[in-house]
């Protein structure tokens, strides 16, 4: 809103109409003060004292069209309707704005564009004079919806994480019949002035020779008295003519009052009828103080000055009053003038009070705004908890009236800066983050593909792992979009849920085989145990081999049975097999001991390199069985080779050992039968 001076607050019209010598004031102000300047009233009459009374209308003001209200406080008002930003204001501050605003311009509130367009239609169909306030509040109205509605459709879509640079306003089709509508208006008003200052122009030549007409009355001096009604007559002529152009208004306005004053100078009116227009004057002007001072108990203040201003300018076009009533019934007049004026005066410096601390809240919302720091937002959530603060503020500042007119404009775009600051940096993230989604999307219809793929596979051990690996991946895959989440994940999982029921249903056959064959080498363990290898009859070896082709035909069983029955297993056939190695070895040591002849210690050195050759043996076997028991856990199955195998060389040492001993035994014996000899 413009800032209003307190000049043109205090504005007063002076009652100069009591002083017929010279042209009246236009509008007289104060300066810095609630009271009207006070004028003294005129001590005399103009040719009152030699005169003779009758009823006085010379106080003619000159014809020239002046404001009704502070011209520049009502250019504020309007202005402030018209330019300030609609988006600033809730619904009932803007509001609030226009009523106070519609006295002024004579007009409603509107709240569409329709009611603005019938309005400017019914307008231009009446027969009323069309002002440019009418053409400008009619404008002014209309571009405010137009730009509460784009400022509406903005917010939502900065809300909805629109791009600033990307967003197009919205059209109005409304605009074009609206311009169409103000253009006829436009133009009929155009020739209404036209007509106006036709009028006005032939104003001027009626005003002009009804002067004429006086001075040709005061110039045949002789029947002066017999043409006072013809004067009076002139004076009703000129009261009822329209104003003349503003430029010929006040030489035109002097012309008649030097006119009027000779009238009177020449005319010797009696006291009778001086008193009479003495009396009725002070009739008018104390009616008219009257209204003024209702003026003050008026609740719209603004209306209330526009009113004064009327009454001050009836007040000046009213004849004198009798001297001794004069200053009295002026000083009433302008005491209600001073009230109303001040309250005038009160209402726009508590408007410009109350501007100077909307500005203020602004200023501090958009300081709040301008501090917000995004780069710690990582996620949906965060940015969806700043966005709600920013809305907080943005709701905060809509119920905030307007800031002073020259600085409405600029705080607004600072707001409008810092949100849309915002909402870019939110667009920025989330277009990153769904150009993130929608690669997380591409990888895993990938996985969906593969997965698939091996779905009918009944290579059960390396597509499990390898669905496994897929399903692995899939976790490490961020998310995707939400509305393909469901699908994708269903889609993923029917694949992977194909294979396993598929193993599942094969799996559940070969479990029944597999608890069979444990029921099968349970049988072959207990024909083991029941070998006793000192009554076998028939070749132990071959019996062993035998249940061993058995053992070996028959399939895979549960895994949780696999180690334990083949401990079982082992066990038996280590069993049987260290005896028959023992019985084995036994016998040929004997047949050794029969087989020995000549010189045995040829034999004895090879036995003994025999001897030291399986020790190494030995010895190398158990340092391997040293590290595999270290470092291996699935290694049994080696294990226990290797192990039986150094069983089976130490059971070889052992026959060397004996073989060596015979042979010892041998030569001992073979010396001791020289010796006896």
Known sequence: MAEIKDAELNAQIEPSAE???????????????????EVSAPDVEVAAEAAVPEEN??????????????????????TTTAEAPEAEATEGTEEKALEEAAPE?????????????????????????????????????????????????????????GDPESYQPLACPEEDEFKEVMAQLHSKRQQQQAEIEKQKEENYTKKLGIVNQIKDIVANSDDINRSYGDFKQLQQQWQETGPVPQDKATDLWK????????????????????AYDFKKNLELKTALCER??????????IAASRALQDLHQQFREIGPVDKEKREEVWNRFKAASTIVNRRHQEFFEQRKKQEEQNLADKTAICEELEQIDTTGLKTFAEWNTMTDTITALQAKWKTIGFA????????????????????????????????????????????????????????????????????????????????????????????CDAFFDARKAANSGQLNEMKANLEKKRAIIEKLKAIVPEETQ??????????????????????????????????????????????????????????????GNRLRERLVREYEILKNEIKTYEN??????????????????????????????????????????????????????
């Open 292 to 301: 003024a001072e209702k003026l003050a108990e008026m609740t719209d203040v």
């Open 404 to 495: 002073p007119q020259k600085m409405n404009e600029k705080i607004y775009e600072r707001y409008r800066a810092a949100c849309d600051k915002f909402f870019s940096q939110k667009t920025e993230y989330f277009k990153k983050v769904k150009d993130t989604l929608n690669a997380n999307l591409d990888l895993k219809k990938a996985l969906c593909e593969q997965a698939e793929a091996l779905k009918d596979s009944t290579d059960w051990k390396a597509t499990t792992e390898a669905i496994k690996e897929l399903q692995k991946k899939w976790r490490e895959i961020g998310t995707v979009p939400k509305k393909f989440s469901d699908t994708i994940w269903k889609r993923f999982n029917a694949a």
């Open 105 to 161: 311009v004579g007009m409603p509130y509107f709240k569409t564009f329709a009611e603005v367009i019938d309005h400017a239609k019914a307008i231009v169909e009446s027969d009323a004079e069309i002002s440019s306030k009418d053409e400008a509040a009619l404008k002014s109205q209309f571009y405010r919806l137009h730009r509460a509605a784009n400022e509406a459709d903005y917010q939502k879509y900065m809300e909805a994480g």
């Open 57 to 78: 209308n010379m106080a003619e003001t000159p014809e020239v069209e002046t404001a009704d209200a502070p011209a520049e406080a009502e250019a504020a008002v309007e």
């Open 19 to 37: 002083t017929p010598t010279e042209a009246p004031a236009a509008l007289e102000t104060t300066s810095n003060e609630t009271s009207t300047q």
């Open 624 to 677: 391997n069985l040293g590290f595999l028991n270290l470092s291996s856990k699935s290694g049994n199955s080696l294990i226990e080779e290797l192990n039986r195998k150094v069983e089976k060389l130490k059971s070889d040492l052992q026959e060397i050992v004996q073989k060596i001993k015979v042979i010892d035994d041998a030569a001992k014996n073979e010396e001791n039968k020289e010796e006896q000899e």
């Open 538 to 599: 028939e070749d132990l070896r071959d019996l062993v081999h035998s249940l061993q082709d058995e053992w070996s035909e028959i399939g895979h069983v549960p895994f949780r049975d696999k180690d334990k029955i083949y401990a079982a297993y082992r066990e038996q056939i280590d069993r049987l097999y260290k005896y028959a190695n023992t019985e084995a070895s036994r016998r040929r040591v004997n047949r050794f001991k029969n087989e020995i002849k000549g010189d």
């Open 255 to 274: 012309s008649y009052q030097v006119a009027v004053e000779s009238f009177y100078d020449t005319l010797k009116l009696n006291n009778e009828f001086r």
